[in-house]
């Protein structure tokens, strides 16, 4: 059977824009630095481009429940090499009887080569889910982490070869974008005040009452926010997922807030993941308690707040150069400072808020260019 394609994984497809991104991004980045076309994202939907080509290895018809999945191992086994690339995806154990397992399995045969760019490791529940972790990853061919604690994490793993100190591939956006031409939004006279919400520990199977703290709260500092008649606030749904959405939550805000409809817009979840970026980057700062709402402001240079209801939020904070001034930890800030930090931020004209931002900038090209992963890809 004749292997063919590059195929990249990930969470595609579940109506995330911080996951959608990472297809769009690997697609660019395989013609613009691999020189190579012939790929195609494990998913059947997902981002959607006018300006970059999106191929999907699974079709969109779903013939009979169970069929994306069964195309899945398919495509997996006729395909000569998986990159896993982008987000958080490598902390547990999967089924049995999984696409993602099955790939493990196929590498660990030598049927496959598998590699990952742009990935977290962790964080693992237990001792035998870091063990399963790092016994996949002793054969991948090779590994470029987006944070310095999952880079510290790989080098303990004792790897078969060398792991890399990427960043999260979101920060190859501006390159993407620079030529891009996008819809623009009508001017206001308003501060453009972006806020990305959602929940977490419902979704953890921990307990719920640090979620209800942290999003009373978070319905403080808004509420106080609101009372500048300067500032206009854009609600992004990053997350449409049926089960772990933003739109509830987000829509349950607005109400409470009682927001005239002059004062606020919604800019629901969309396939074209660049025009989201595009949006925020017209905002003059960010609110988010989802990661990669603040990391899409970073990567447009605009300031952001980010709620750490996460270690990983923490970790990329530290690696981007967010001094402690502009640290809220998990709404542990009180109120009063929080809506100070905003305004502030509203009227900051400094281009110096992410110190180690050019540092992530020349890191991010490492997913692509570094010498291991070219060594491996130019032979496709």
Same mark, same amino acid.
């Given at each position: 059977?004749?292997?063919?394609?590059?195929?990249?994984?990930?969470?595609?497809?579940?109506?995330?824009?911080?996951?959608?991104?990472?297809?769009?991004?690997?697609?660019?980045?395989?013609?613009?630095?691999?020189?190579?076309?012939?790929?195609?994202?494990?998913?059947?939907?997902?981002?959607?481009?006018?300006?970059?080509?999106?191929?999907?290895?699974?079709?969109?018809?779903?013939y009979?429940?169970?069929?994306?999945?069964?195309? @899945?191992?398919?495509?997996?086994?006729?395909?000569?090499y998986?990159?896993?690339?982008?987000?958080?995806?490598?902390? !547990?154990?999967?089924?049995?009887?999984?696409?993602?397992?099955?790939?493990?399995?196929?590498?660990?045969?030598?049927?496959?080569?598998?590699?990952?760019i742009?990935?977290?490791?962790?964080?693992?529940? !237990?001792?035998?889910?870091?063990?399963?972790?790092?016994?996949?990853?002793?054969?991948?061919?090779?590994?470029v982490?987006?944070?310095?604690? !999952?880079?510290?994490?790989?080098l303990?793993?004792?790897?078969?070869y060398?792991?890399?100190?990427?960043?999260?591939?979101?920060?190859?956006?501006?390159?993407?974008?620079?030529?891009?031409?996008?819809?623009?939004?009508?001017?206001?006279?308003?501060?453009?005040?972006?806020?990305?919400?959602?929940?977490?520990?419902?979704?953890?199977?921990?307990?719920?009452?640090n979620?209800?703290?942290?999003?009373?709260?978070?319905?403080?500092?808004?509420?106080?926010?609101?009372?500048?008649q300067?500032?206009k606030?854009?609600f992004?749904?990053?997350?449409?997922?049926?089960?772990?959405?933003?739109e509830?939550?987000?829509?349950?805000?607005?109400?409470?807030?009682?927001?005239?409809?002059?004062?606020?817009?919604?800019?629901?979840?969309?396939?074209?993941?660049?025009?989201?970026?595009?949006?925020?980057?017209?905002?003059?700062?960010?609110?988010?308690?989802?990661?990669?709402?603040?990391?899409?402001?970073?990567?447009?240079?605009?300031p952001?707040?980010?709620?750490?209801?996460?270690?990983?939020?923490t970790?990329?904070?530290?690696?981007?150069?967010? @001094?402690k001034?502009?640290?809220?930890?998990?709404?542990e800030?009180?109120v009063?400072?929080?809506?100070?930090?905003?305004?502030?931020?509203?009227?900051?004209?400094?281009?110096?808020?992410?110190?180690?931002?050019?540092?992530?900038?020349?890191?991010?090209?490492?997913?692509?260019?570094?010498?291991?992963?070219?060594?491996?890809?130019?032979?496709?």
């Amino acid at each position: 059977m004749k292997k063919d394609k590059i195929i990249f994984a990930g969470y595609y497809g579940a109506k995330n824009t911080g996951d959608d991104m990472f297809g769009v991004i690997a697609s660019w980045g395989a013609v613009h630095y691999w020189n190579n076309s012939n790929i195609a994202l494990l998913s059947h939907i997902g981002s959607s481009s006018d300006s970059i080509s999106i191929n999907f290895a699974l079709s969109k018809t779903k013939y009979f429940r169970g069929y994306h999945t069964l195309q @899945s191992f398919y495509k997996i086994f006729k395909t000569k090499y998986i990159v896993l690339a982008g987000g958080s995806i490598l902390h !547990s154990r999967h089924k049995r009887i999984s696409p993602r397992s099955f790939m493990f399995y196929l590498s660990k045969l030598k049927i496959i080569k598998i590699g990952a760019i742009g990935v977290s490791l962790g964080p693992f529940s !237990s001792e035998k889910e870091y063990k399963y972790i790092n016994d996949v990853l002793k054969e991948f061919k090779f590994l470029v982490v987006r944070d310095r604690t !999952s880079y510290e994490i790989a080098l303990r793993m004792n790897l078969p070869y060398k792991p890399v100190l990427g960043a999260d591939l979101a920060f190859l956006l501006p390159q993407i974008m620079k030529n891009i031409e996008f819809k623009k939004s009508p001017k206001t006279t308003k501060k453009l005040l972006g806020i990305s919400l959602c929940h977490y520990e419902r979704y953890a199977s921990k307990s719920l009452e640090n979620e209800q703290r942290r999003e009373n709260k978070i319905f403080k500092v808004l509420n106080k926010l609101k009372n500048n008649q300067d500032i206009k606030f854009r609600f992004f749904i990053i997350n449409n997922n049926t089960g772990s959405g933003d739109e509830k939550l987000t829509n349950y805000m607005i109400k409470s807030l009682q927001l005239t409809q002059n004062r606020y817009e919604i800019i629901s979840y969309n396939t074209d993941t660049l025009q989201t970026v595009n949006y925020i980057g017209e905002c003059d700062a960010m609110f988010s308690v989802r990661l990669h709402g603040a990391i899409f402001a970073a990567s447009q240079n605009i300031p952001s707040l980010l709620v750490e209801y996460h270690n990983k939020c923490t970790d990329y904070l530290d690696d981007i150069g967010v @001094s402690k001034e502009w640290r809220i930890g998990d709404m542990e800030s009180i109120v009063e400072e929080v809506v100070s930090k905003i305004h502030l931020l509203l009227n900051m004209k400094s281009n110096n808020f992410y110190v180690k931002r050019n540092n992530l900038l020349l890191a991010v090209k490492k997913n692509f260019l570094d010498k291991r992963v070219l060594e491996e890809i130019i032979e496709i």
